[in-house]
């Protein structure tokens, strides 16, 4: 059995997750390294990472580094003498960082690797109409997402799923999967790995962008539909609408995909009551929760109860 002195590395949320469950399983953390911190909000105050408040409310130390390929940084390594790194939504780390410790450093991906790779997997997942997903654990090489898998396990994705419902799920599941892999490490004295295929069908998780994120009214309307899940709450699908004169930009948070025949011609707004719906390919797409610019995230029956919807309302 290795004594493990574990070094974290992590940023968001997401990696706070996996920390917790590291030192609830009584294993040795030697310190955290996050990204420095960053001024947010109106008064642009200094904003700690997720990662460094809790590794402070456990009086674990903490590294900062502006620059990974610092002497200094390379100091700080060799005082904390991790003999394993483990990674989850960090930077790319240079060679000699990943290579520093004797048992390698290995790192959480929120897909079924090699599927996936890149910087938004839970939301890819979602906007391509995968019935499945999962966590992979992997030694970190000198490429993004590619190195050689330790473990790995699926997670269902459901029709109701939305990327912060799938985000918590694959959470609590890469943590149990990273407490998994250091067992593995401990216990094996050899551990196996598989490569990675390179097969030409394997789906990217691009940086998501303005350009990604935008509504195309002329797609199927279950293509619009798992846009906008995958992309619920953050970063938020989007569109113009057209209402008379105005031309307002929307965020869309919640939809439904109702299937049925109709002769309208595709982004046409309809309104009945208090409900909202935009024609599309095979149907109609049921607004529920939007937001309008200078107004906060509503139900569309709130929305209607003040904004009216002009006669040939069209999304663009």
Not at 44 to 69: D, G
Not at 83 to 106: D, H, S
Not at 170 to 188: C, D, K, P, R, Y
Request: proline share 5%; hydrophobic share 40%; net charge positive.
């Amino acid at each position: 059995m290795k004594n493990l002195r574990i070094l974290f590395m992590g940023t968001p949320a997401f990696a706070v997750h996996s920390l917790e469950k590291i030192l609830e399983e009584g294993f040795n953390v030697v310190g955290v390294v996050t990204a420095p911190d960053k001024p947010a909000g109106r008064g642009r105050k200094l904003q700690q990472s997720a990662v460094k408040e809790f590794a402070l409310s456990r009086n674990l130390p903490v590294l900062q580094p502006t620059n990974l390929k610092a002497e200094e940084f390379e100091q700080e390594l060799k005082n904390l003498n991790p003999n394993i790194q483990v990674v989850v939504a960090f930077r790319m780390l240079p060679k000699k960082v990943w290579q520093f410790p004797e048992y390698g450093t290995f790192n959480l991906h929120a897909s079924l690797l090699p599927q996936y790779r890149g910087a938004a997997p839970i939301n890819w997942a979602i906007i391509h109409g995968e019935e499945k997903t999962g966590v992979t654990t992997f030694f970190i090489d000198e490429k993004i997402d590619t190195g050689l898998i330790l473990l790995q396990k699926e997670v269902k994705i459901s029709k109701e799923d939305n990327a912060g419902s799938l985000h918590d799920k694959l959470m609590e599941t890469g943590a149990n999967l990273i407490i998994e892999t250091l067992e593995l490490i401990a216990e094996e004295k050899e551990v196996k790995t598989i490569p990675q295929s390179n097969a030409e069908n394997l789906k990217t998780a691009y940086k998501l962008d303005k350009n990604n994120t935008k509504i195309d009214w002329s797609k199927p309307g279950e293509k619009i539909q798992n846009l906008i899940r995958g992309l619920s709450p953050y970063p938020v699908a989007w569109t113009i609408l057209q209402n008379g004169d105005n031309k307002l930009k929307c965020k869309i948070y919640k939809s439904t995909f109702l299937k049925k025949e109709h002769s309208f011609e595709n982004a046409t707004v309809l309104q009945e009551g208090k409900t909202l719906e935009v024609a599309v390919n095979g149907g109609f797409l049921k607004l529920q929760v939007i937001q309008l610019p200078g107004k906060r995230k509503m139900s569309v029956k709130d929305l209607l109860n003040g904004f009216e919807i002009k006669p040939n309302a069209k999304m663009l």
